[in-house]
């Protein structure tokens, strides 16, 4: 099974691709993209939607793996966030790629055993369940998160909608 991870937010997004089951899986890729803060909104919903197909294109997932927006303080950054995840899935459902998404805490446990971990505790266990030789940018780390929380618990996956 591939798993495409998206982190998607309207300035940073992270994606990560693994290959696997269960806990025998395999890096494929992670890019941590930024989009310019001068482009209007709609410009870079445009983006993200866009670098969601291309990864798609490229690395043909089974199913695209996002986590569901948390609750905040800050109403207008949770629209901004739910607008970056629209045009993610909007990519995923264009291509007949299945989305599924999971709490943010589900994600944390799942990664490092504790719902409450920092981004730095997920970027650091992320590097160490990969085996990689430096931490990913927190953005990719985010999206690797939610992938392998998807590898780890697909018996038990959340459908969208």
């Known amino acids: 099974m591939r798993i495409l991870g998206v982190d998607p937010?309207?300035?940073r997004m992270g994606v990560g691709m693994l290959e696997?089951?269960?806990?025998?899986?395999?890096?494929?890729?992670?890019?941590?993209?930024t989009f310019p803060r001068h482009l209007p909104l709609q410009e870079r919903l445009k983006e993200i939607h866009k670098t969601v197909q291309s990864f798609i294109e490229r690395y043909l997932p089974d199913v695209v793996a996002l986590e569901n927006v948390f609750f905040g303080k800050d109403v207008r950054a949770l629209v901004r966030i739910g607008e970056a995840r629209a045009a993610a899935?909007?990519?995923?459902?264009?291509?007949k790629i299945p989305v599924v998404e999971y709490p943010p805490a589900r994600v944390k446990q799942a990664i490092s055993g504790n719902g409450r971990a920092s981004k730095v505790q997920i970027q650091q266990m992320v590097k160490q369940l990969l085996r990689l030789k430096s931490a990913p940018p927190v953005d990719a780390a985010d999206a690797l998160a939610v992938a392998l929380c998807h590898l780890h618990t697909q018996n038990v996956r959340v459908p969208v909608g």
Do not use: K, N
Request: charged letters at 10%.
């Open 9 to 11: 937010g309207t300035l």
């Open 20 to 33: 696997g089951a269960g806990s025998h899986y395999q890096l494929v890729t992670f890019e941590s993209v």
């Open 89 to 95: 899935m909007l990519a995923a459902t264009e291509r």
